[in-house]
């Protein structure tokens, strides 16, 4: 499986980027799929943005609820994730994880452990 990051850049602040995170080479259909976009930042420990579950239902970290949205197109095996109103703090490297679990587990989707595949990450660097 194959998780391939896209649309970070550089921004002022205010404005807004959207990441896109194309996933490849997943056959297992057994298993739901749930999605999450990390970030971290020199010298921190990464952390969890955004999540969504196969079936749609989406979390946020409160440094990001308002400002972020995440989406997918199944169709395409693509995750978005949609930043407006970016700010200084909001520079990191993003990465996309796609992590498998059955309809009964109990998921605590901002832990890393919860996923098995990580993409390569993309850089955002906003200025003031």
């Known amino acids: 499986v194959q998780l391939v990051e896209s649309g970070g850049g550089s921004v002022q602040s205010g404005g807004s980027l959207r990441l896109s995170c194309a996933a490849s080479?997943?056959?297992?259909?057994?298993?739901?799929?749930?999605w999450g976009w990390f970030r971290q930042a020199p010298g921190k420990e990464r952390e969890g943005v955004a999540t969504?579950?196969?079936?749609?239902?989406?979390g946020y970290a409160d440094s990001v609820k308002g400002r972020f949205t995440i989406s997918q197109d199944n169709a395409k095996n693509t995750v978005y994730l949609q930043m407006n109103s970016l700010k200084p703090e909001d520079t990191a490297m993003y990465y996309c994880?796609?992590?498998?679990?059955?309809?009964?587990?109990?998921?605590?989707?901002?832990?890393?452990?919860?996923?098995?595949?990580w993409g390569q990450g993309t850089q955002v660097t906003v200025s003031s």
């Open positions: 994880a796609a992590g498998e679990y059955n309809e009964d587990d109990v998921r605590e989707p901002f832990e890393i452990f919860e996923y098995n595949y």
């Open positions: 080479g997943y056959t297992d259909s057994s298993y739901y799929v749930g």
């Open positions: 969504i579950d196969s079936d749609g239902s989406t």
